[in-house]
């Protein structure tokens, strides 16, 4: 088993990390490996079992296909593809992106040589991966580019050298190559641990490297300080990048299971080869597990939060069971077919400001879920965060419905001279509202400077029968206040007010980015006192107002890097001279659309007629085939003592929910912060009791997916007066 060395004497192996290349050419090496031949050396390679690496997976027709392509120098990365001259010069780069060149340098494609090596049997894919590592070394200069770029490096090389040397011992594969190889490895690992990135999830892709070097080489001269640096560098530098929450500070959904991977890949390596990790490693590990359980959408993909794409890392929660076994992420995994269903359906992750709602864990199919992740943190660490404060991704019936668009490109330089990078980045390429045309945080390439906007969370009350959310961001960029309430009732649809309070006149654009299966499938109409979008699995409506126009744009979504597709936007737009709102019903459906209709009812309070931004009610009527329900909603947007009156309710609470059948009967009650009601004629409190968090009733909702017997006629209006006086 390896231990950690003593903090006393790694001073004494870190001098040795500083001195100058030794004088002999396998001095880098531990002896007796520094003394053998190259031939002997070779051969100790090929046949040693003093480490052990992860199973290699096998090679395969399409690893074939890409590398045939690479035999040629044809080079394709983030759907941009370049076929480079033989020989081809390192340090140029054939596109307008600079992470084209950065993934030349990763050597990602080392994966396809190999695994076509191992499917064919056919040296000449050895023989060109070897070509392309000693051109490599022969021509670029220690640390091109930045340091992750050596890390990932360092990581895929060894790789490779997997497939070829003690797998499958190439011919191709000389004993002076792998003399130069390793030499190479040292001299690289060398470099990152004096040129670490200060932090964030490159120095973790860094420190991965370093501790894979050590455990993969222990015959390198300086392999126990490179494991014990590394060790002891992780779990510090895990200390500062995990969020209280165990969400990486990036912000990222995509970043987020970047460094988990890293991290999952050290633990690994460490059972295999019996290294010692402290406790407190798997403690983060863990953490943030669980963000990546929750985070995940009930399709398996991730909303692509921030810079990253929409990808899926259930196989990496799959990977991480047998060293950190969970019920509840086995569930998650294999889809609701094993383990137990997470116990919250409402899981908050308060530092990094995320929360995701959920209809239930138990759907069939699974991936019929219903699904919501609300934004309410700062931008992040570094430069990967998108000026998006309070936007959200929901999901429902296996299908995104309104979407992150993601991240498409780094580079600021297009052929068709946009620029990208700031659009996708930008506020109005989120699900939230924009003040006169301007981001929440001026734009620039890397990370912000100066002052940001600063999100604050107001209310996160959950219940049995709902979920509410209430939030608020400041920008320095113009003197308004976006206030966002979410009101998830009955696991069943969203209701989401938007109040922007000034003193002067501004125009606000409210932005939905539909997916790009709405495209040519949504319509907009206006019938009665309601606005109607009408897209795939979502209707959304709002309470019809002159000063509201409602209009579809053409947009875009990415959900990988370099690669968009057109998908409509949803834009309502209004200019107002003070404060005012925007409420917003989104009713995802699974088959049968229902008919829905959206009211705003005046409010009174004893001083009046209250405005909109102090107090909100909403009449929502929906009507399936079978059944009509009749729902209120309201929301005091301003902490007040007041009592509020509409239309037969009169309250006094943060938050009320009533849900009435086709006969008026009360169904279903959901409150928060609630002291007074009076439901005419009946007077359900007497006005004394502290705040309270009520819910009431079985869940009545219309999707056509669940069974009727979930339809049960409620108690009578004296049960739920009781329900609601009990201390």
């Known amino acids: 088993m390896m231990h950690p060395v003593p903090e006393s004497q790694l001073h004494v192996l870190h001098a040795r990390i500083s001195k100058t290349q030794p004088e002999t050419h396998l001095a880098f090496l531990k002896e007796p490996y520094a003394s053998m031949s190259f031939d002997l050396l070779l051969e100790h390679f090929m046949t040693r079992d003093s480490s052990r690496y992860f199973p290699l997976s096998p090679g395969s027709p399409e690893h074939v296909e890409r590398a045939d392509r690479i035999l040629k120098n044809e080079f394709r990365f983030n759907n941009e593809a370049h076929r480079l001259p033989e020989p081809f010069d390192w340090k140029t780069n054939p596109s307008r992106d600079l992470e084209w060149l950065i993934l030349l340098h990763k050597f990602y494609y080392s994966r396809d040589l190999a695994a076509a090596y191992d499917f064919t049997r056919e040296e000449r894919y050895a023989t060109k991966w070897t070509q392309l590592v000693s051109s490599w070394i022969r021509e670029v200069p220690e640390g091109f580019i930045d340091s992750q770029v050596t890390g990932r490096r360092l990581q895929q090389w060894l790789l490779a050298y997997h497939y070829f040397v003690p797998a499958q011992q190439s011919a191709a594969i000389t004993p002076q190559f792998v003399a130069e190889f390793l030499r190479s490895i040292d001299t690289q690992t060398r470099y990152l641990c004096t040129h670490l990135t200060p932090e964030g999830n490159h120095r973790t892709i860094e420190l991965y490297a370093i501790f894979l070097v050590a455990v993969v080489f222990p015959e390198l001269r300086d392999a126990t300080w490179f494991l014990n640096f590394a060790t002891r560098e992780l779990l510090h530098n895990m200390e500062q990048d995990l969020l209280e929450d165990g969400v990486q500070r990036e912000l990222s959904t995509d970043y987020h299971h970047t460094v988990l991977k890293n991290h999952l890949r050290v633990k690994e390596l460490a059972v295999l080869n019996q290294v010692t990790l402290p406790p407190r490693f798997d403690e983060l590990v863990e953490k943030a597990l669980d963000f990546s359980m929750y985070v995940h959408k009930p399709d398996g993909l991730l909303p692509a939060v921030n810079d990253g794409d929409s990808n899926s890392y259930l196989s990496l929660l799959k990977k991480a069971h047998s060293h950190y076994p969970s019920e509840y992420r086995l569930y ?241 737009s209004k200019k107002a001279t003070a404060a005012t709102c925007f409420h917003t019903v989104l009713y995802p459906f699974h088959a049968m659309q229902p008919e829905i209709t959206v009211q705003q009812l005046t409010v009174n309070d004893e001083h009046g007629r209250c405005s909109p931004d102090r107090a909100t009610a909403l009449h929502i009527m929906i009507r399936s085939e079978s059944k009509v329900y009749s729902d209120h909603l309201f929301v005091a947007h301003q902490h007040s003592q007041n009592i509020y009156q509409f239309e037969d309710i009169t309250c006094r609470s943060q938050m009320l929910f009533l849900r009435r059948d086709g006969a008026g009967q009360i169904v279903n009650l959901q409150a928060e912060g609630l002291e007074y009601l009076r439901i005419e004629p009946n007077q359900l409190t007497n006005g004394t009791q502290r705040p309270k968090r009520v819910s009431y009733g079985p869940k009545q909702v219309l999707h056509d997916v669940l069974d009727e017997s979930e339809e049960r006629h409620t108690e009578s209006v004296k049960a739920l007066a009781k329900l609601i006086n009990e201390p």
């Open 332 to 572: 998650v995994v294999s889809k609701g077919k094993k383990g137990i269903p997470p116990p919250e359906r409402y899981k908050a992750f308060p530092t990094s400001g995320y929360y995701v709602l959920r209809g239930s864990w138990v759907n069939e199919p699974y991936e019929n879920g219903l699904y919501l992740l609300f934004d309410c943190g700062p931008l992040g660490f570094g430069s990967h965060g998108h000026y998006d404060l309070l936007n959200f991704e929901m999901a429902a019936f296996g299908h995104s419905l309104i979407v992150d668009p993601g991240r498409y490109t780094y580079s600021e330089d297009s052929a068709d001279g946009i620029n990208w990078r700031r659009i996708f980045k930008g506020t109005a390429y989120h699900n939230t509202v924009l003040v006169d045309g301007k981001d929440q945080s001026p734009y620039r390439k890397g990370p912000p400077v100066g002052h940001e906007p600063q999100p604050t969370l107001k209310t996160f009350a959950t219940a049995d029968g709902f979920a509410f959310l209430h939030a608020q961001v400041v920008s320095p960029e113009y003197p308004v206040i976006h206030e966002r309430s979410l009101m998830f009732a009955l696991s069943e649809y969203w209701i989401i007010t938007d109040v922007l309070r000034a003193d002067e006149a501004h125009h606000y654009d409210l932005h939905f980015h539909l997916a790009p299966r709405a495209l040519g499938q949504t319509t907009i109409s206006k019938e009665g006192k309601t606005t109607y979008v009408v897209s795939p699995n979502l209707i959304i409506a709002q309470p019809t107002s002159p000063e509201i126009r409602a209009d579809l744009l053409e947009g875009y979504i990415s959900s990988q890097y370099g690669d968009k597709q057109p998908a409509p936007i949803l834009r309502y």
